[in-house]
């Protein structure tokens, strides 16, 4: 019998030095690649990134029950000798069988030299293992589990990975799935309790249904499932009967998906990218767009839900986090600059000997940036990326920081021993590829006890660090607290978050006079008119054009409508028209088939409607229409 010999690998450690220069020298260039060797690079990361998963398992794999089977085998070696050849099941072995059986002649010896004996004289290596394996697996039943299976489909859209659970995880996994069997029954469980489990792991067949079940979908059929993302489909593609297999180019992503995003640690079929297109270019039209102010991590968020749900339940899971969490909506593409300055504020708190390592290397934000950009995916192996999904989905971004913190702190030792930039940069690459026990991951960072107060103080802090002084426009007096600027302010294009706002007019200084506003802000551009009703409600616009009478609608795709109390509410332009601003008699701003924020001449009255124009609720938080003016003022930015 004739089979092709396999060929043994060194283990991460033992592949020389020429690799780790390699991925040395590939994290530290930061050139714009052709798509041809852009393609190149992400087969050879996917190949790498397997090879370290065929490695990691096979270590698990190499228990003290496995070794006393080897060395039970090798004390009767006619096992080979005599083995029915006919009789033999021959396969290729899988690239964790193959890092296996290296690491089994090391830790049992007479295995290697039984190996010397029979290989080539009476069998082929190949021969060899088969026999080993299929002896094995007639004794140890959680080494074939980890084994014998290699990367293989988990359905249309995506690859099971594979690494296997060990027997320990198994059978932890039996436990936990009776919990959340109960759950999805219906059974009430404390907040806590649950969470604790979601850590643990929630068992795959199980994961799915867990996500949509936090998402709503108990309480709806699956034909209404099914219903929101075809009507969306309908609107998006005007009722192309072929919408649901319309294919989207990532070409035409480009401008709406983030430029750090990739496909390629996400083991989606070809199917499954197409499914991953369409959902991003169907969120992006039904949400003003995934451009400029986006969440940055939506597209990673979308891989994930594919790998255990189809692209209706995605887009429902999509659609509860985006118009139900605010603080979903809040992480935007530019904010995200801040996250890792908020990091390391905690990071001091938490580990200050580690913070001045940091700081006295002259760590790049940059280095951190990413983590938050991606939520982890690339950075963790992958398994570990789904965990942390899967306590985002039931504590929100909160969990990225906890994520990260515990990071830092089961690597703290090692990364205080490098001593230059460079070197700190790669241990800290390196350790990240080897967090393939999610399970104490999630733990130390639960342990970590992140208050969500700290992290809304660390952000704050962050964003202002990073904001003009807003002192001298405060000293004015104006409607709105430093708080408030600093919402707002995140939303600007980053080209005008360095500029310092002016109060260029307001009712309670300048009177309730239609042209003497127009007389005060004459040629400013860009401006914040913002209006606070007698209710106290306080809600305006972002306007790229002057406040002056005009015969028709200006404007650009930069301008927005928003809400800061009784809470913030962005809607930006949704490109369904170009009715941004018209300045007659009366000020009206968006425009279809409603007034998104309508100002009458008198600047007294004032109404608000949904409007095409930026597909916005009204802005008034009791949704009526009409409205009394308090205060109105205007800011510049200068």
């Not at 005007?238 to 989207?248: M, R, V």
């Amino acid at each position: 019998m004739n089979s092709k010999e396999p060929k043994m690998k060194d283990s991460p450690g033992k592949r020389g030095k020429s690799e780790k220069k390699e991925k040395k020298k590939e994290s530290s260039l930061h050139k714009h690649l052709s798509p041809k060797k852009m393609a190149k690079k992400e087969l050879k990361e996917q190949k790498r990134y397997e090879e370290e998963e065929s490695f990691q398992l096979a270590s698990l794999s190499i228990t003290s029950s496995g070794i006393e089977c080897a060395r039970s085998l090798c004390e009767t070696p006619e096992t080979w000798r005599m083995y029915p050849l006919e009789e033999l099941d021959m396969k290729m072995l899988t690239a964790p069988q193959i890092d296996h059986a290296r690491l089994m002649c090391e830790s049992v010896p007479e295995l290697y030299t039984l190996k010397k004996k029979m290989v080539p004289k009476y069998l082929s290596k190949t021969q060899f293992w088969n026999i080993y394996f299929t002896s094995m697996k007639h004794q140890t039943r959680s080494l074939q589990l980890q084994l014998s299976e290699p990367h293989e489909l988990r359905n249309d859209r995506s690859y099971r990975l594979t690494r296997r659970p060990t027997l320990s995880n198994l059978i932890q996994r039996a436990e936990s799935e009776s919990f959340f069997k109960e759950v999805l029954e219906g059974k009430e469980m404390n907040q806590e309790e649950f969470y604790g489990e979601v850590c643990k792991g929630i068992p795959e067949s199980l994961r799915g249904k867990i996500w949509l079940h936090l998402s709503g979908a108990s309480k709806i059929s699956p034909e209404q499932v099914k219903k929101g993302y075809t009507d969306s489909l309908s609107r998006v593609f005007i009722g192309d009967p072929n919408a649901e297999s319309f294919e989207i180019s990532t070409e035409l992503l480009r401008n709406f998906v983030s430029p750090d995003f990739s496909y390629s640690c996400h083991h989606l079929t070809e199917r499954g990218k197409k499914d991953a297109n369409r959902l991003m270019w169907v969120t992006a039209k039904e949400h003003n767009g995934l451009e400029d102010n986006s969440n940055p991590y939506l597209a990673d968020l979308i891989c994930f839900l594919l790998h255990f749900l189809d692209q209706y339940e995605s887009f429902f899971v999509l659609e509860n986090r985006i118009r139900k969490d605010e603080e979903f909506v809040s992480v935007i593409r530019y904010d995200v600059v801040h996250y890792p300055v908020a990091l390391l504020e905690l990071l001091r708190e938490q580990n200050e000997k580690l913070y001045r390592h940091i700081e006295t290397l002259k760590i790049s934000r940059k280095v951190f940036e990413g983590w938050f950009k991606r939520a982890f995916a690339s950075y963790l192996p992958y398994q570990t990326s789904l965990r942390i999904f899967s306590c985002f989905m039931v504590k929100g971004f909160t969990v990225l920081f906890e994520v990260a913190l515990a990071v830092l702190k089961i690597s703290s030792t090692e990364l205080l021993s490098m001593k230059t930039y460079e070197k700190f940069v790669q241990k800290l690459e390196d350790s990240m590829k080897e967090f393939h026990d999610a399970t104490r991951l999630l733990q130390v960072a639960k342990e970590g006890n992140l208050k969500h107060e700290e992290l809304v103080k660390a952000l704050n802090e962050a964003r202002r660090s990073t904001f003009p002084d807003f002192g001298a426009f405060l000293s004015t007096k104006p409607m709105l607290n430093e708080s408030q600027m600093c919402d707002i302010w995140s939303f600007l294009p980053p080209s005008y978050q360095v500029q310092n706002p002016i109060l260029l007019y307001s009712t309670a200084k300048n009177g309730t006079s239609f042209n003497t506003m127009l007389k005060k802000v004459e040629h400013k551009s860009p401006t914040l008119l913002v209006v606070k009703t007698d209710g106290d409600e306080i809600f305006g616009a972002f306007l790229t054009v002057p406040l002056e009478k005009m015969n028709e609608y200006r404007g650009s795709g930069e301008m927005f409508l928003f809400s800061i109390s009784p809470k913030l509410r962005v809607f930006k332009w949704s490109r369904s028209n170009n009715l941004f601003v018209n300045v007659s008699n009366e000020i009206r701003i968006g425009g279809g088939s409603g007034v998104g924020l309508y100002i009458d001449n008198d600047l007294e009255l004032g109404y608000s409607e949904a409007c095409p124009t930026f597909q916005n609720d009204p802005l008034l938080s009791n949704r009526k229409r009409d409205f009394n003016i308090k205060t109105l003022e205007v800011y510049g930015i200068d």
